[in-house]
C-alpha cells in the first residue's frame, strides 16, 4: 500500500476503506509517513469531505493509536460529558457530583484550556489541595466510592489527534466537520465511557458560531459514537453570550457551588438540569426526561449534591472547606467596575471578546507555558436583555496585575452592544440528536 495512491484516490472523490485510513493514521503516528504527504490528504478531504463510514474508521483508527482506559472495574453504565467550549463553561463543575449524587457513575477526563479561560482541569486546580493526577487503580475506586472522579488526560491517550490537530492547524484544514468530530469523538471514547452525552455550544463564543453546523457537528459526532457501540446523545446549546455571571478560575468554581446550593444563575442552572437529565438517562438511572429532572431538583433542594461536591474534593485532595467559605480560594488584590458609557437595552455581548478580556486579566493562557492566574476574571453584573443607566455596573473585573487592566478593560467593554429596543430572547437550548435523528426546540 502507498500514500501516493491513498491520497490519489481521495483527490479524485472517491471513498477510502479501512485498511487505508489505518495505513496513513499508523504510518504517520509512527513517523513513517512525511507531513508533506499526510498535508496533501487532509486538503483532499477538505475538499472532498468523507462519508460517515470514513469517518467512523478515522475516529476508530485515532482512538487505537494509544492506549484505551478500561473502566470496567467501575460497576454501572459509565457516563461520560464532552462540552465543545465556550466562556464561563463551569458545568463539569457541579454537574458531575450532581449527577453522581443520583448514582450514576460519572468517570471524566478532562483537558487543561487554551486560551479565553482556563480548562476543566484548571478551574478544579483553583481549590487548595485538588490534584487531577492519580493512578488508573485510584480513579476507578473514586467512581466506586463516591460514583465520581476527574482526572487529567494522559499524553498517551490519541497521540495521533495530537500529530494530526498541529498539521491541520497550519495547513487551514480545522474546518471540516468529519476532522473535528473524529478528533473529539476519539479522545472521548479512548477515554473508555459505556455513553457520551455531548454539549456542542453555538454562537459567537463557540467553535460553530452558526446553528446549522452546530447540529451538523453534533450529528456526526452522535453517528460515530452510536456507530462504535456507544450510546451516544448530543445537545445544542447557546454560548452567544458568556454562561452564568461568573469568567475565570476561583470564580467560576464559586458560581458552580452556588449552583449545587440553589443560587446558581437562571441559565446555568437550566443548563446542569437538561443536561444532567440525559446523562440520567443514558446511565439508565432514569428512563424518561421528566423523573430525571426532578431526581436532580430533589438532589440540590435536599443538600445531596452539595454533599457530594464535598466528598468529591475531599477524595482528590482538596479542601471541602472551600464550599462554605470562599476566602479559601485564590482571590484578587484588584477588583474594578465596568460602567455603562451609556442607558439602553443589553442587545449583545460577544462571549468570544468576554474570554478574551478575562485572558488579558490573567485568567487564561496565551501560550501552553503561559501560567494561569487562578484569582482573575469577570463578573458580568448585566447580562443580554436588561436595561443599564449611563454609569451603571456592567461587570467587575478581578485582576492581580494592575498594568494589565487597560487593556483587559477597553476589549470588555467592547463586548457590549447597547441599543433603544430590547432584543429578541435567544434560546438557551436548540434542539437535540439521538440515534433517531433530530428534534429541534
Same mark, same amino acid.
Given at each position: ?129 485538588? @490534584? ?49 468530530? @473524529? ?12 455513553a457520551i452525552l455531548l454539549d456542542v455550544k453555538t454562537g459567537s463564543g463557540a467553535f460553530m458560531k452558526d446553528l446549522e453546523d452546530s447540529f451538523a457537528l453534533a450529528k ?126 443589553? @442587545? ?94
Amino acid at each position: 500500500m502507498r500514500m501516493y495512491d491513498i491520497i490519489k484516490k481521495k483527490r479524485d472523490g472517491h471513498e477510502l476503506n479501512k485498511e487505508e485510513i489505518n495505513f496513513f493514521v499508523e504510518g504517520y503516528s509512527k513517523g513513517e509517513i512525511p507531513d508533506y504527504q499526510v498535508s496533501a490528504l487532509l486538503m483532499a478531504i477538505f475538499i472532498r469531505k468523507m462519508s460517515k463510514q470514513e469517518t467512523v474508521y478515522l475516529t476508530d483508527a485515532m482512538m487505537r493509536s494509544g492506549e484505551v482506559i478500561d473502566l470496567s472495574k467501575i460497576d454501572g453504565i459509565k457516563v461520560d460529558k464532552h462540552s465543545t467550549g465556550g466562556v464561563g463553561d463551569k458545568t463539569t463543575i457541579a454537574l458531575a457530583p450532581l449527577v453522581a449524587s443520583c448514582n450514576a457513575p460519572v468517570a471524566k477526563m478532562s483537558g487543561r484550556g487554551l486560551g479565553h479561560t482556563g480548562g476543566t482541569l484548571d478551574k478544579l486546580e483553583a481549590i487548595p489541595g485538588f @490534584s487531577i493526577e492519580m493512578e488508573q487503580e485510584k480513579f476507578t475506586n473514586n467512581v466506586n466510592k463516591d460514583k465520581v472522579a476527574v482526572c487529567g488526560q494522559t499524553a498517551s491517550i490519541v497521540p495521533a489527534d495530537k500529530k494530526l490537530y498541529a498539521l491541520r492547524d497550519v495547513t487551514a484544514t480545522v474546518d471540516n466537520i468529519s476532522l473535528i468530530a @473524529s478528533s473529539i469523538m476519539s479522545k472521548k471514547l479512548a477515554s473508555g465511557a459505556d455513553a457520551i452525552l455531548l454539549d456542542v455550544k453555538t454562537g459567537s463564543g463557540a467553535f460553530m458560531k452558526d446553528l446549522e453546523d452546530s447540529f451538523a457537528l453534533a450529528k456526526e459526532m452522535v453517528d460515530i459514537g452510536n456507530g462504535m457501540e456507544r450510546e451516544t446523545i448530543g445537545i445544542i446549546t447557546d454560548m452567544d453570550q458568556p454562561l452564568g455571571y461568573a469568567v475565570g478560575n476561583s470564580l467560576e468554581v464559586i458560581e458552580a457551588i452556588d449552583t449545587l446550593k440553589g443560587q446558581g444563575p437562571k441559565d446555568f442552572t437550566e443548563l446542569c438540569l437538561n443536561l444532567g437529565a440525559y446523562m440520567l438517562i443514558l446511565a439508565k438511572v432514569s428512563d424518561n426526561y421528566e423523573d430525571a429532572r426532578k431526581m436532580l431538583e430533589e438532589s440540590i433542594s435536599s443538600g445531596k449534591a452539595l454533599e457530594k461536591l464535598k466528598q468529591f474534593i475531599t477524595a482528590q485532595g482538596g479542601n471541602p472547606e472551600v464550599v462554605d467559605n470562599y476566602d479559601l480560594f485564590p482571590g484578587a488584590s484588584h477588583i474594578v467596575e465596568l460602567k455603562s458609557p451609556k442607558r439602553g437595552y443589553i @442587545s449583545k455581548i460577544e462571549a468570544e471578546e468576554v474570554g478574551i478580556s478575562a485572558l488579558i486579566l490573567g485568567a487564561g493562557r496565551e501560550t501552553k507555558e503561559s501560567e494561569i492566574d487562578l484569582g482573575a476574571g469577570i463578573i458580568l453584573r448585566r447580562k443580554v436583555g436588561d436595561f443599564v443607566e449611563e454609569g451603571e455596573t456592567l461587570a467587575h473585573m478581578y485582576l492581580n496585575d494592575i498594568s494589565k487592566l487597560e487593556s483587559g478593560q477597553n476589549r470588555l467593554l467592547g463586548a457590549y452592544t447597547i441599543e433603544d429596543t430590547k432584543p429578541q430572547e435567544r434560546k438557551l437550548i436548540y434542539g437535540i440528536v439521538t440515534k433517531d435523528g433530530i428534534e429541534r426546540f
